[in-house]
C-alpha cells in the first residue's frame, strides 16, 4: 500500500485524537470536503478508523503517535548514534527486514536503521505472517555487518538481541516480562513480539545480520483475529498511559546497539546469565515440535552454546538446536 501525501498531512492534523471540522481540514489541506470523506474511508480500510459527528468533525478512534527520528535520536546518546550510518523510516513497507535485505551491500560495519508505520507482509517465524497494523506497534529492523569470523560469528545472536530487549522494556518500567526460546517475548504466557534474524556472508569473512523486532504497542483486538496464538500488548500489560512508540524504539535500538557492536569478539556467553534470567520455560512441561516430530518433555533451560535443554520422560536431558516450543499457558512463571 502506498501513502498519498495528503493522507499523510490528514493523519497529523487528526494524530491528536481531538476533532477536527470538516471545513477546517479542507482550508488547511487546501482540499474539498468530499475529497477528505474519500481520504478518511481509504484510511480506514487499512485499520486506521475514525468517528465523524455532525458539528464537530473527524476524530481518530485514538491518538496516534507517528514515528520520528529526532524523537527517537533522543534515547540514543552521541556514542549510540555514531553507530548508525542510515536512518529509513517509512509508512508501508512490505517488511523492515525485507527492505533491508534488499539494500546494496557495502563494506561499513556501522548500521543501518529502518522502520515503518505499516507492514503488507511483516515476517514472522517459520514464514508466518506478523500482523502489522498503522501506527499501532513497532516495526524495527537494524542491517549490521560483522567483519570478523563469518557467520559462525552470529551463532547465539538471537538470544542475545532477547536480552537487549528485555532491558529496553525494563528501562521503560514494562513488568512481567520473559524470553520464550528461541526468539519470541512474552508476558504471562501470551506472545507480546518476536524476534527474526537473517544472515548472509562467508564462512570465514564478512557477513551481514538483518535483525528484525516487531513489539505489540497497542493491537487493535479487529487486526489480531487473523492471529492464531494466544497475544498481548503493552497497553494490557501495562494498564496506563500508553508507552511512546518513538521512547521505544529508541531505548531498542540503544540496547541493540549495545550487543552489535562486537558481538564476533564476545559472543552469547556474555548474556547467557541474563537470558537464563527471563526464561519463560524454565521448568515448564512443553511440547518440541520438530517438523513432524513432537517431542514431550520439561525444559531445563538452554545449554552454553544456547540450545534448548528437555528432559525426556525416561529422565534423560537432550539438546535441541531448533524447533516449535509450545507449553501450558496456565502455569507459566512471569518475570519483573
Not at 117 to 122: L, P
Not at 160 to 188: E, T
Request: glycine share 10%.
Amino acid at each position: 500500500m502506498l501513502f498519498s501525501e495528503t493522507q499523510k498531512k490528514i493523519l497529523q492534523q487528526l494524530a491528536d485524537g481531538q476533532f477536527h471540522s470538516g471545513t477546517q481540514l479542507a482550508s488547511v489541506l487546501g482540499l474539498s470536503r468530499a475529497a477528505i470523506s474519500k481520504h478518511l474511508k481509504s484510511l480506514a480500510d487499512i485499520g486506521l478508523r475514525h468517528v465523524a459527528i455532525s458539528g464537530k468533525g473527524y476524530r481518530l478512534e485514538r491518538p496516534l503517535e507517528l514515528l520520528a527520528q529526532s524523537q527517537i535520536e533522543t534515547m540514543l546518546s552521541p556514542d549510540h548514534q555514531a553507530l548508525i550510518s542510515q536512518w529509513h523510516i517509512h509508512d508501508s513497507l512490505d517488511s523492515t527486514n525485507s527492505y533491508l535485505l534488499a539494500q546494496t551491500s557495502d563494506a561499513t560495519p556501522l548500521g543501518i536503521v529502518c522502520l515503518a508505520e505499516h507492514q503488507t507482509a511483516g515476517k514472522g517465524r517459520r514464514g508466518r505472517q506478523w500482523v502489522s497494523p498503522y501506527g499501532s506497534n513497532i516495526y524495527l529492523s537494524l542491517r549490521w555487518r560483522f567483519l570478523h569470523g563469518g557467520i559462525a560469528s552470529t551463532h547465539g545472536l538471537s538470544l542475545a538481541v532477547g536480552v537487549a530487549v528485555m532491558r529496553a522494556l525494563h528501562q521503560l518500567q514494562v513488568p512481567a516480562v520473559g524470553l520464550k526460546w528461541p526468539n519470541d517475548i512474552v508476558s504471562q504466557g501470551k506472545k507480546l513480539g518476536g524476534i527474526l534474524i537473517e544472515v548472509s556472508g562467508e564462512a570465514d569473512g564478512p557477513c551481514t545480520a538483518v535483525i528484525g523486532i516487531g513489539l505489540n504497542v497497542h493491537l487493535p483486538a479487529a487486526d489480531a483475529e487473523s492471529i492464531s496464538q494466544a497475544w498481548t500488548d503493552l497497553g494490557k500489560i501495562t494498564g496506563h498511559s500508553p508507552i511512546s512508540r518513538n521512547a521505544l524504539a529508541g531505548s531498542l535500538l540503544r540496547h541493540l546497539l549495545d550487543i552489535t557492536n562486537g558481538y564476533e569478539n564476545i559472543g552469547l556467553k556474555a548474556y547467557l546469565d541474563e537470558w537464563r534470567r527471563y526464561d519463560a520455560l524454565q521448568g515448564q512441561a512443553a511440547i518440541l515440535y520438530i517438523g513432524q516430530q513432537q517431542l514431550d518433555g520439561v525444559v531445563m533451560g538452554v545449554d552454553d552454546l544456547g540450545l534448548l535443554l528437555l528432559k525426556k520422560p525416561d529422565g534423560s536431558v537432550q539438546a535441541y538446536a531448533s524447533g516449535e516450543i509450545s507449553f501450558n499457558q496456565a502455569n507459566t512463571c512471569t518475570y519483573s
